[in-house]
DNA sequence: TTGCATCTCCTTACGCCATAAACTAACCTG
DNA sequence: CAGGTTAGTTTATGGCGTAAGGAGATGCAA
């Protein structure tokens, strides 16, 4: 489902972006549709059904329009992920106090993007390997640098910790959003996909805890405890991951503060 | 492009994952194919030609049969994606020196896997929402334990350094193989892109540098430095995150060493 | 006012995709 | 040799993105 964007006029694409309308006055029929409208109707159908159901079939559906009527706006499906990529990245707050400490506003931003990720899934499915150099990704790198700014590191440190950073919440996201989505889309529990399954690892690898004893002692095989709460089992495991994983990697960054000052 | 396995029979999966092949004499013409070999020619179009190119009928085609033959051996794509990738785990190394310090084991264990994962990128590409449960799958975990358990962090915590290990690994593979694929599959590297786009976002976003002064600071903008180097320009950068990221993560295990310890 | 260029939006069509259904032909066992 | 089972085929269905071309609306110049 990853496809690029960027094949087509570099120059089109950017004026998309950052909406550059020119308008005036113009022979033909007015617009029935903006390329706003077009994108807040994509993200939509995506936020309400999945990426997968995203198509352009679907998106002029939704404002009772053929999916070629798409095309008078926007290039092509790629272009359209990508302004909608950048138009829901505006949702993101950008202020964070810096009063107490880059480690406390640096833990809400990664909660919030986390979350935020959640609400809108899909966008982990938008293709990372070229930026959209749109508004609303710098605004997030820049909210970010102002954060990071405070751990005084140098800048080409910064720089990978910038990426480190980005890593995990997506990361941490995905495996929540990935769980979801696969639940979602088989109409199967992680709890009965496990429950069908678990027995037979048991019986398929002979003796599991011979063949694999740390991953046995790790537990990964347990059944989930049946607790009151009803988060399920994976997305119990990653909140765990995601407390644990955070510290790690803000007690790594604080060593890198240590040892640039030292 | 991601795809869910297991809304089928899942005994039916284990035992094609684990091998457990009855056979004996049946009646009917003699099996011209193999799950095995089906599974090497998906495994061959995958490496050769990327993920978006792998389809039931380039498969069968590799095989001179029709799309349809391979239906008798696996019952769908997502299983065959879920063979795919247990098998190809298999390449692994599974041996670390442990008479260094985990730290030594760990380095060398997650540049093997970024390596092996930009080897066959298409890997990164299987969702991961739910375990495949194959054996490679559990040794690969396995591996990662054996080296991990030096640390004596307990149970709980080691959970969690495990998922931001993984995650990191396979976050800073992502982004070279996503721009590797790009370029691929648009035909335009990342230099060209980028010099296309470079002065665009000048020109659009007005004062760039009064909008996003901390983003000009880190130089995402600056163009890439022309060495002798022929390494693609995003890929320079990937490579030097990679590197601080894995200090600043190795860095925060060993917080958590010490404080387990203290 | 007319004519035309231009624009929106539609229909149609092409070539992909996964896979269901029905068929042919090979083969083992009774 | 008959019957049932199996491997592999052909054909068809319903999805996808989007190219091509046409219909009708609109603003402007003559």
Redesign the interface.
């Known amino acids: 489902?990853?496809v690029?964007a960027?094949?087509g006029d570099?120059?089109r694409?950017?004026?998309l972006?950052?909406r550059?309308a020119e308008a005036g006055s113009r022979p033909g029929p007015k617009p029935g549709l903006s390329v706003d409208a077009i994108v807040d109707a994509a993200i939509a159908v995506a936020d309400e059904q999945g990426m997968?159901a995203l198509s352009m079939r679907a998106v002029g559906e939704r404002l009772g329009r053929t999916a070629m009527a798409l095309y008078t706006y926007v290039p092509n499906k790629a272009e359209l992920l990508d302004l909608m990529y950048d138009k829901v990245l505006g949702q993101l707050p950008t202020e964070y106090p810096s009063d107490q400490g880059w480690r406390a506003a640096l833990t809400a931003w990664v909660g919030d993007v986390r979350a935020f990720y959640l609400w809108h899934p899909w966008v982990l499915?938008v293709?990372?390997?070229?930026?959209v150099?749109g508004?609303n990704e710098?605004?997030m790198?820049?909210t970010l640098?102002?954060i990071l700014?405070q751990t005084g590191l140098e800048?080409?440190?910064?720089?990978?910790?910038?990426?480190?950073v980005t890593?995990?919440v997506?990361?941490?996201a995905?495996?929540i959003a990935?769980?979801r989505?696969?639940a979602r889309?088989?109409?199967?529990s992680?709890e009965e996909?496990w429950y069908?399954?678990s027995p037979?690892?048991e019986?398929?690898?002979a003796p599991f805890e011979r063949?694999?004893?740390?991953?046995a002692?790790?537990?990964?095989l347990d059944p989930p405890a049946a607790d009151d709460d009803c988060t399920p089992y994976?997305e119990r495991?990653?909140e765990?991951?995601?407390?644990?994983?955070l510290?790690?990697?803000?007690?790594?960054?604080?060593?890198?503060v240590a040892r640039s000052v030292g």
């Open positions: 489902m990853v690029f960027g094949q570099p120059r694409s950017m004026s972006l950052w550059s997968s499915q293709s990372q390997a070229r930026p150099l508004p710098f605004t790198l820049e640098l102002r700014r800048r080409s440190v910064l720089r990978g910790v910038v990426g480190v890593q995990f997506r990361g941490a995905e495996v990935d769980a989505r696969a889309e088989t109409g199967v992680d996909w069908a399954r037979l690892v019986e398929f690898s063949q694999f004893p740390l991953v002692w790790l537990g990964e994976l495991h990653a765990w991951n995601f407390t644990v994983g510290e790690v990697l803000l007690d790594g960054i604080e060593a890198a």
